[in-house]
């Protein structure tokens, strides 16, 4: 799931500038994406098959005893890739987004770029390793390439302004992840290890004092970086804009990738540290001012994109507070409003796209009267609206009661009511810049262009609403894949 | 001073001074050494945590005890991870100052209030 995308994205490369091959070859590689996770089987993978000394019993009978009868025999050697029901549905929707933003990408590009669809192919796999490693150095290594993918989408994008953004995003990005692999280098100073489970281990049998200082610190800095992954505030600005200098099916991936990173650094911040009553009153103080902040601040936006990003930092929120109630049935909703808001700012940027590739114009006063150029995008586009902002039977509507549910049952009914209005004041920011750029009467000085919009932009939108009316229809299937995710999680915290 | 403790104590003042360059000056590429700095401050102080006082390389030679090798070696881990760090982090070094030059070719400054807006 790994290595089938970064060999895509190398050969992809490869193909530079030979435009009908790229196409061909990007549709056919994306096709692998969401099926690989379906066929996968669950369990855990050693790199290089060293597994724990205890369950390798040829290896262990040439080592000394004071190896094989301690607390050795029980730690990973090597990096290890756990893969379970919850990391099925996180990679599948991860695959399903890429193979929509990639089919999307060669049909809406005049002369489709090698080196955009290498980006794509690469975040894809940093993202799949983040959500599959137990390994927090290896976690580290895929973030910064996901870091470097994301500006690789944006300087490939092409977009005015795209590299004072794209800097911007990395002189913060080269500030936050020395910090993040600050705090890893205090845990592996405090517990010797890398591996989650390990660390884990060594502070529940207490091998190590869970009350060190150095691990607070630690805590803290790994919180930055998460901040920073995934678009928190005070870094919500700089993603937004990130968004906002990308081609639509590259906003698409980069909101994947940001929600991803967001759920993968918060459950390792959840599994180590839940001890810490702080780290999850620091999860749901985060959350929470990630929701007002990101939906206030969508309402003033005048540029689409710009709006929709702000709405998804807004979003995160929500899955935050999921994660920071810290009960089995908070994390699960949190995960599912997660997967429902991958899809659901994927269709929207997608969409929106559409508006983008007819006028050119991305910003809210100079558009108007595309409802009558395309009345059945801006439908799609509208449940799309609908979807994010939790209008029953769709997808967030379930996972925005589920949540309203657990934030009431966990004792903080107060969350569940600001939820309820920041729902409304995101239902009413997406009408307003529906109307705008559909329904009001078309500026004259608007040029729209005759050409029919590719059939593939269609059929990507059509498909992210099906799954999100199936989810929505159907939440308990869904939940099913996360349960026991959510389950283990909250007993580490309880 | 112990040399752990050394490493430790220089590797913050890395991290500070890279943090003070980034933020406090104006030139492009002096924020990009300072980013340098605290790489390296990250970097150093990774490699810290696997100093051994009087400890041998890790290396396993023909001859040696198990016992007296596992007692005296140097922990490996942190070697390993700095070793990929660096590399990341020429990675992003490459691309950021790549973006430098194109933006130097279109504004022709490296000052950056002007060529960032701030």
């Known amino acids: 799931m790994v290595i089938v995308p970064i060999l895509c994205a190398l050969f992809l490369n490869l193909l530079h500038k030979k435009d009908r091959a790229i196409k061909a070859v990007t549709i056919i590689l994306a096709l692998a994406l969401p099926a690989l996770p379906l066929l996968a089987n669950y369990g855990f993978h050693y790199f290089g098959g060293y597994e724990p000394l205890l369950q390798n019993p040829t290896l262990s009978s040439n080592l000394p005893s004071f190896i094989t009868g301690g607390v050795l025999s029980t730690f990973h050697p090597a990096i290890t890739y756990s893969f379970q029901s919850a990391q099925q549905l996180f990679v599948f929707i991860l695959g399903l987004v890429g193979l929509l933003a990639l089919f999307t990408s060669v049909y809406e590009t005049r002369r489709p770029s090698g080196v955009y669809a290498y980006m794509l192919f690469m975040g894809i796999a940093a993202m799949t390793a983040i959500l599959l490693t137990d390994d927090i150095f290896n976690l580290y290594v895929f973030f910064e390439i996901a870091a470097l993918a994301t500006v690789g989408i944006v300087l490939v994008s092409n977009i005015k302004g795209n590299y004072e953004t794209a800097l911007k995003y990395m002189i913060l990005g080269s500030v936050a992840a020395p910090l993040l692999l600050l705090g890893i280098a205090l845990l592996l100073g405090v517990t010797g290890n890398v591996n989650i489970t390990d660390i884990i281990y060594s502070l529940k049998t207490g091998m190590v004092d869970p009350q060190n200082p150095v691990l607070l610190m630690a805590c803290g800095l790994i919180v930055f970086g998460w901040l920073y992954g995934s678009g928190l505030p005070p870094f919500h600005t700089i993603k937004s804009a990130i968004y906002s200098k990308a081609l639509p099916s590259g906003s698409a991936m980069i909101q994947a990738f940001s929600v991803f990173t967001f759920i993968a650094l918060g459950i390792v911040i959840l599994r180590i540290f839940s001890y810490l009553p702080l780290s999850q009153w620091v999860i749901l103080g985060v959350s929470l001012l990630a929701m007002i902040l990101g939906i206030t601040m969508a309402i003033v936006q005048t540029d689409i994109k710009r709006m929709i990003g702000f709405l998804a930092v807004g979003e995160l929120g929500y899955i935050g507070i999921g994660l920071g109630l810290g009960t089995a049935f908070g994390i699960t909703a949190g995960l599912f409003q997660a997967v429902n808001e991958v899809m659901i700012t994927a269709l929207l940027f997608i969409g929106f796209g559409v508006v983008l590739y007819q006028t050119g114009v991305s910003d809210t006063r100079k558009l108007g009267g595309l409802m009558f150029r395309n009345p059945g995008v801006a439908l799609l586009v509208l449940l799309g609206g609908f979807a994010m902002a939790g209008v029953p039977p769709l997808n967030a509507f379930q996972s925005k009661l589920m949540l309203i549910q657990a934030s009431i049952d966990a004792g903080f009914p107060e969350l569940g009511v600001i939820m309820i209005l920041l729902s409304i004041v995101t239902f009413m920011t997406f009408m307003k810049a529906f109307h705008t750029v559909y329904l009001r009467p078309k500026p004259a000085d608007l040029e729209i262009k005759t050409e029919t919009i590719p059939k593939a932009t269609v059929i990507s939108i059509v498909v992210l609403l099906v799954v999100c009316i199936i989810f929505g229809l159907f939440p308990h299937y869904v939940t099913s894949y996360l349960q026991p995710l959510a389950t283990s999680l909250a007993g580490g915290v309880a | ?118």
Do not use: H, R
């Not at chain 2, 406090?24 to 390296?40: E, P, Q, R, S, V």
């Not at chain 2, 051994?52 to 007692?71: E, H, N, R, S, T």
């Not at chain 2, 100052?97 to 130097?104: F, P």
């Open chain 2, 1 to 118: 001073m112990d040399v752990q403790l050394g490493s430790l104590l220089t590797a913050v003042a890395l991290i500070v001074i890279g943090i003070f360059a980034t933020a406090f000056l104006d030139n492009l590429i002096k924020k990009i050494i300072g980013l340098a700095f605290i790489g390296d401050g990250a970097n150093l102080f990774l490699i810290a945590m696997g100093y051994k006082p009087g400890g041998i390389v890790y290396i396993y030679l023909p001859g040696m005890a198990a016992d007296w090798f596992a007692q005296n070696a140097a922990y490996p881990l942190p070697f390993a991870l700095v070793l990929t760090s660096i590399v990341i982090g020429a990675s992003t070094m490459a691309v950021m100052l790549g973006i430098i030059i194109v933006l130097y070719k279109k504004k022709g400054s490296l000052s950056a209030a002007k060529v960032l807006g701030e």
